[in-house]
C-alpha cells in the first residue's frame, strides 16, 4: 500500500525532471538549411509580387492620365487608394493569420492580390480602374504576413542577415517591375503591364499545398503534436537531429495572459496534455483583446513608437519612388511655364527608375553588416539621418544627374532602415499577437503611402519642390528619432 502511494507521488516529479526543448531550441539546433531556404524562396516570391505591384504605381498614372485626360490630382488618387486598401488589409490579413493560421493568410491574401490584379488590367474608365486597384491594395496588404512566417523558422543567432536576405526579394521585384515596363510599355500597352504584374502572385497558389504551417502558430494554439511533426519535417530536410526530449510550450513574457497554465502543464508529455486555456488570444478574445495586448503597459511605448515609425518609413520610402518619375517632369514643366505637359522622353523614365531601384542593393548590404554588430535601432536612425542627408540637395531645382544621384543614395538608406524595421517589429511581439500587432503597424504605414502621392506628385506638379522636400527631411528626422526611443533592442533575442 505504501510503496503503491510512493510511486504515485514519484510520477509528478519523474515528468517534471522529463527533458523538454523549446521551439527556439529546436530551431537553433537544427540550424538555417534547406528546409528555411524553401520557406524563403516562397515567402520571397511573395515580396516581389507585392513590390512589382507598388513599383506599378510609378509607371501606370502619367499614362492614365493622358489616356483618360485626368488631372494631376486625380492622378495621385489612383496610388491613394492602393494604399488605403493595403491598410485595410493588413490588418484584415494580420488577424486572419493568427486566428486561423499563416498558411491561410498566405493563400486567401495571393489569390485576392492575383484575381483583382488581372481584373483591373480590363477596367473600362478611370472609376472601376480605382475601385479595382483599391481592391488589389487589400490583397497586397497581406504581404507582411510572408516576413512574420519566414522569420518564424528563422534560429535567433542569424535572425537579422536572414531578413536582410529576404529582402533583396524587394529589391528583385522592384527592379523587375522596372525592366517589364520599360519592355511592355513600348510595344504594348498599360494594360498589358497590369496583367502580367498580378503573374507572380497567381505563381504561389500552385505551391501552397506543401508549405508547413508555422510551429511557433501551433505552439501558441495548443497543437503540440502538429509543431512536432514539423519540426520533425525540417530536422529530416535538413538532415539535423531534434534536441532530446518533448517540445514545450515557451511563454510569451511580453504579454498578460488572463489564464496561465501551472508548471507542471508544461511539462508534461504532448499526449497527456489537456490544457487549452492558453490559446492565441487573437484566437479565443477577438481582435479586441488583441489589441488590448498591444496597449498594455510592457507592450504600449513600443508598440506606439513604431506605429509612428512604420507611418514615416512608408511616407518616405514609397515617395522616393514616386519622386523618381515626377521630379523630372516637374522640372521641366516648372521650368518652362507649362503644366503637366508629357515628358519629351518616356526612356528616361524607366533608366532612372531602373538605376534607382538598384540602390536598394547596396542598401541592403549595408543594413545587413550593421544589423546584427550596430544593433536593430541604431542600424535604423542611422540609415534615416543619412536619408535626410542625400535629400537635401534637392531643396533646391538639380541637373537630372545630380538628381538621379541624390535619389540613388536616399533610396539605399530608405529601404535599408525600412528592412531593419520589418525586422525589428516581429522580434519586439510575442508570438500570440505577432502577426496582428506587425499586421497594424504595416496598415498604419499605408497612411503614409496615401499621404505621400499628395506631396510626391500634388506639391512638385504645382511647383512646390522645396516645400515637398521640407516634409520629407522633416518625417525622416522625426522617424530617426522614434527609433532612438524604442525601449528595447532585439539583437540576438529569442522570439518568444
Sequence with gaps: MTTSFDTRLAEPTATANMETFSTDDALAAMGFGKFQALVLAYAGMGWVAEAMELMLLSFVGPLVREEWNVSAQDESLLSSVVFVGMLIGAC?????????????????????????????????????????????GVGVGGGHVFSSWFLEFVPAQNRGTWM?????????????????????????????LLALTALPCFLLLPFFGITPESPRYLCVQNRMSDATLVLERIARTNQAALPPGTLRYQQDSE????????????????????????????????????????????????????????????????????LTSQLSDAN??????????????????????????????????????????????ATMWCLLFACCGFLGPLVLHQSELWTTGVLFGARGCAIGSFTVLCLYAPEVYPTSVRSTGVGIATAIGR?????????????????????????????????????????????GRDMN
Design 92 to 136: 484584415s490579413w494580420g488577424y486572419i493569420s493568427d486566428k486561423y493560421g499563416r498558411r491561410t493568410g498566405l493563400l486567401y491574401s495571393a489569390l485576392f492580390t492575383s484575381g483583382m490584379g488581372f481584373l483591373s488590367a480590363l477596367s473600362p474608365n478611370y472609376l472601376c480602374l480605382m475601385a479595382l486597384r483599391f481592391l488589389v
Design 164 to 192: 536582410i536576405v529576404f529582402s533583396f526579394f524587394w529589391t528583385i521585384g522592384t527592379i523587375l517591375e522596372a525592366s517589364l515596363a520599360w519592355v511592355v510599355l513600348s510595344t504594348l500597352s498599360w494594360r498589358w
Design 255 to 322: 504579454v498578460d495572459h488572463s489564464a496561465l497554465t501551472c508548471e507542471i502543464d508544461h511539462l508534461l508529455p504532448v499526449g497527456e496534455k489537456e490544457c487549452a486555456d492558453d490559446n492565441s488570444i487573437s484566437s479565443k478574445s477577438g481582435s479586441a483583446a488583441a489589441l488590448r495586448s498591444l496597449l498594455s503597459r510592457k507592450l504600449r511605448r513600443s508598440t506606439l513608437l513604431l506605429w509612428f515609425a512604420f507611418y514615416a518609413s512608408s511616407f518616405a520610402y514609397y515617395g522616393l519612388v514616386l
Design 332 to 377: 521641366s514643366s516648372c521650368a518652362s511655364g507649362l503644366r503637366y505637359v508629357k515628358s519629351e522622353a518616356d526612356a528616361n523614365l524607366y533608366k532612372d527608375t531602373f538605376i534607382t531601384s538598384f540602390a536598394e542593393f547596396p542598401g541592403l548590404v549595408v543594413s545587413a553588416i550593421l544589423v546584427d554588430w550596430f544593433g536593430r535601432k
Design 447 to 491: 497612411i503614409g503611402g496615401i499621404v505621400c502621392p499628395l506631396v510626391a506628385v500634388g506639391m512638385l506638379r504645382s511647383c512646390h519642390q522645396m516645400e515637398a522636400i521640407v516634409v520629407f527631411e522633416v518625417v525622416l528626422c522625426l522617424a530617426a528619432i522614434a527609433c532612438m526611443l524604442f525601449p528595447v533592442e532585439t539583437k
